[in-house]
């Protein structure tokens, strides 16, 4: 199937309009129309090729909310005209100790990527993946989210990807009424992790860089809002969090969050990839302290997280931009300029725009 959508050709060059082939159905495929697609920070990342691994042409976006048009024959679960969404992964193997648990996201063999991977599982030659800046998408019926009702669907994409990594790390560490949680960086993943602690009952702070986000901080549900470059009001903060929740997207300074952990507690690690800048062994030694990382989450938690926000009312904060709105967008992305996800209106992405 031919359908139309965004790419970057290079790490220098602009997203601009592309031709993409979606596959046809096999017998567990779904096949929809994308509504909308969030934009994360890691598209930016991958557009430009920060880890070292960018495949070109890429088509961004793992952020994708839609409505199924047709479904193959051996579906069950949808229908043409159910609404549903997709992440970050599109396929896993399915066979091994981590996805037999739920765990696609840690697949011995790798999950596959919604974007920059290859289709290695169902399909000889590997195919390239292409993400969500687009109008059409083939998935396999496994890696369909269902939209819960009394969502609204065009603020649900971020849920996608940046709902999960928060909602993920929560509930491994049992968050829960009296948590006391920390969110390094209010950005999208940020945002989100506001929110979710907070609609799990834990007493929350955001750090960040400068108070202007204080007001912010305090309308998405966090109680207060720690200056992170502040060196006194950090000295005051010392060993009073259970989980802080790192989201900073560069290489950065984690020494004085470690500090700020209680004994045993946890810093988890989901923004930055690649090299840190050197922790110190004391903080973790003296409190028993932990540091850890954690990558999205499973298909059968990324559910449970849309149920959670459906029943809680929990809704990003988004704004909604045009399809050749993107690279604006992207610069906004880079100046952390956005309050606190930009979502694509996919209806704005036209055929004559293509090429
Ligand atoms: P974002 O919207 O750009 O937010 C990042 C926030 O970090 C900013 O709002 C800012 O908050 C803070 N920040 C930015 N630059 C900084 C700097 N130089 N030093 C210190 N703080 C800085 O990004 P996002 O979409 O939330 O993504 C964050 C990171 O998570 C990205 O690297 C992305 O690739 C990664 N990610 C990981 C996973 C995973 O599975 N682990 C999933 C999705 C995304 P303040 O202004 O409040 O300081
Ligand atoms: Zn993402």
New binding site residues.
Partial sequence: MKTIGYAARSAASPLAPFDVTRRELRPNDVAMEVLYC?V????LHQARNDWGWSQYPMVPG??IVGRVTAVGRDVRRYKAGDHVAV??MVDSCQACDQCRKGLEQLCRKGNVQTYNDKERFSCEPAEPTYGGYSKHLVVREEFALRVPDGLDLAKVAPL???GI?TYSPLRTWNVGPGSRVGVVGLG??GHMAVKLAAALGADVTVMSRTADKQADALALGADRLLVSSDAEAMARAANGFDLIIDTVPVRHDINPYLSLLDVDATLVLVGQVGPLAEPSTVPLLLGRRRIAGSP?GGIAETQEMLDFCAKKGVHPDVEMIRMDEINDAFLRLERADVRYRFVIDMASLVPAQAG
């Fill in positions: 969030g994360c920070h890691t598209d793992h952020e992440g970050c996608l990807c940046a990594t999208g993943l999205i």
